[in-house]
Nanobody, 124 residues
Framework: VQLQASGGGLVQAGGCLRL?????????????VAWFRQAPGKERDFVAA???????VYADSVKGRFTISRQNAENTVFLQMTSLKPEDTADYYC???????????????????WGKGTLVTVSS
């Protein structure tokens, strides 16, 4: 199983980026996929999740600015980020799990598969 996150980079405050998480080695359409982020010296925080049913959940800090979506035909999940702020600066990771329930979505320990991060830097 592989999860490959990409699309990070340097952007000015107010700008936008789109992250991609390409997944292989599992029955993608049956899995919940989530994005987490981790800033230096801080814990890994939940950003957004999209369930196999395409239902979505967002952290309060990104609601209205970030949109998570999935393309099952491409085994890919996207995170469209707009109105970026310096506090959005972090390594962004995607994670996947088949059995995770709604109440577990924000907790990184409940995801079975992880990819490496992609760095997003937002300058002020």
């Amino acid at each position: 199983v592989q999860l490959q996150a990409s699309g990070g980079g340097l952007v000015q405050a107010g700008g936008c980026l789109r992250l991609s998480c390409a997944v292989s080695g599992l029955a993608f359409s049956r899995y919940t996929v989530a994005w987490f982020r981790q800033a230096p010296g801080k814990e890994r925080d939940f950003v957004a999740a999209i369930r196999y049913s395409s239902g979505t959940v967002y952290a309060d800090s990104v609601k209205g600015r970030f949109t998570i979506s999935r393309q099952n035909a491409e085994n890919t999940v996207f995170l469209q980020m707009t109105s970026l702020k310096p506090e959005d600066t972090a390594d962004y990771y995607c994670a996947a799990d088949r059995s995770i329930i709604y109440s577990q979505l924000p907790y990184p320990d409940d995801y079975h598969y992880w990819g490496k991060g992609t760095l997003v830097t937002v300058s002020s």
